[in-house]
């Protein structure tokens, strides 16, 4: 990826009918658009993140230029595409058509996939996958169309995590692949500090009591945790305390309540680093939710 990489939606908002329809936020940088388009060719260079595409309406017209065969199209309604992070891609559309995308940084993928799966980050390799026949996906993406066009933040967070968890299982998404591996924690170091983490997400965490529990110094516990987990410990506890406050926020707890149960140092805290992450600040977020409960978080 280079420094002037850019999301595929970026990309798409230059074409000159391409117009976006639903838009929402869902968190640590993910995304789902609704996007209908025509009359254009375009191509993708080093995107940033990956995207996962699914046609709702149309797709005939579309083409992929650098593929040959049945995986150059073109597309149907309910064609799922995978383009990976830094995997150029050009396309060829003629009809107008309309699709959603699901936009995900490299490190909220693997974190979602080390967290959800309990495996290396490293398993997952995401494939540059064109036109692939996904029964199982059409209902979570239909459902995620819906709640993008709407702008339903919560209904779309469910969608987006029913489908991850089932791209988390399937090889053909390369997900869990058999690789060697080396460096990294070991699975049962892994675990081990894992457990200890979400243990201890209410108190202070500290690094070198986390790279003792690895048996490893703290500067090879950093590297070693990042390569196994997708994301630094930093980050990692942070996300956990933000999911944990999610799920809390649904409680009926005071908002100072639920900051001190998660980790942070202050209600003002807890607000900043949850609005950064998820768009939202705790009490937004909490009004959203309603009577309702929270997407099942990972």
């Known amino acids: 990826m280079t420094d002037q990489s850019l999301p ?153 995590h029913d489908i991850l968890g089932l791209v988390f299982t399937d090889r053909r998404y390369g997900a869990g692949l058999r690789l060697p591996l080396t460096g990294g924690l070991a699975p049962r170091r892994r675990r081990l500090v894992l457990d200890h983490i979400e243990a201890h997400l209410a108190g202070p965490l500290h690094l070198h009591d986390l790279a003792a529990l690895a048996g490893l110094s703290p500067f090879h516990f950093q590297r070693s945790f990042r390569a196994s987990c997708g994301v630094s410990p930093h980050r990692w506890i942070a996300a956990r305390r933000i999911e944990r406050a999610r799920r809390l926020l649904g409680s009926g707890a005071p908002l100072a309540r639920i900051a001190l149960d998660c980790g942070f140092d202050s209600q003002s805290h807890f607000t900043r680093v949850f609005k950064a992450a998820m768009g939202l600040t705790p009490g937004g977020y909490r009004a959203a939710l309603g009577g309702a409960r929270p997407p099942r978080a990972t």
């Open 8 to 160: 595929i939606s970026a990309y798409l908002a230059r074409a000159p009918h391409a117009r976006r329809l639903g838009h929402v936020e869902l968190g640590f940088g993910c995304s789902a658009t609704v996007w209908q388009n025509r009359d254009a060719r375009i191509r993708y260079d080093d995107p940033q993140g990956h995207t996962l595409s699914f046609y709702t309406r149309g797709g005939g017209g579309t083409r992929r230029l650098d593929r040959d065969g049945d995986a150059a199209g073109p597309g149907w309604p309910g064609a799922v595409c995978l383009m990976p992070q830094g995997q150029a891609s050009e396309w060829q559309i003629g009809a107008s058509f309309e699709f959603v995308h699901l936009h995900l940084p490299d490190e909220a993928l693997r974190r979602s996939f080390a967290s959800t799966c309990d495996r290396d980050a490293r398993l997952l390799q995401p494939a540059d996958l064109t036109y692939v026949e996904a029964p199982a996906l059409a209902a979570p993406f239909r459902a995620l169309h819906d709640a993008t066009r709407a702008g339903a933040r919560l209904a779309a967070e469910g969608a987006m």
